[in-house]
Nanobody, 121 residues
Framework: QVQLVESGGGLVQAGGSLRVSCVVSGSIFSISAMGWYRQAPGKQRELVARITRGGSTNYADSVKGRFTISRDNAKNTMTLQMDILKPEDTAVYYC???????????????WGQGTLVTVSS
């Protein structure tokens, strides 16, 4: 009964910026870590950025200095600010969250449907 919905994808020229967001809804007791993953054509899904409930972050080497992940725990939302975009950033970007639905349940991995980001050269 937990859903993740991404938005904000689109077409942008190399060197431009884009911001994607994720909203978690449904039966939520708490959310632990959240993250953004991406999957480019012909490649495996990879971690782009991750953020803990307390705000600690880590990034893939390929996006360090260009992307910024953030979250709002009160609104159950997460964003990824993408700057200086490159054609190799083209991919479907997926939101991921570790969600506990009750006080007694364990955390489960939940995925969004993805949003397409296309960077033209």
């Amino acid at each position: 009964q937990v859903q993740l919905v991404e938005s904000g994808g689109g077409l942008v020229q190399a060197g431009g910026s884009l911001r994607v967001s994720c909203v978690v809804s449904g039966s939520i007791f708490s959310i632990s870590a959240m993250g953004w993953y991406r999957q480019a054509p012909g490649k495996q899904r990879e971690l782009v950025a991750r953020i803990t409930r307390g705000g600690s972050t880590n990034y893939a080497d390929s996006v360090k200095g260009r992307f910024t992940i953030s979250r709002d725990n009160a609104k159950n939302t997460m964003t990824l600010q993408m700057d200086i975009l490159k054609p190799e950033d083209t991919a479907v970007y997926y939101c991921n969250a570790e969600v506990a639905t009750t006080k007694w349940s364990s955390y489960l991995e939940v995925w969004g449907q993805g949003t397409l980001v296309t960077v033209s050269s």
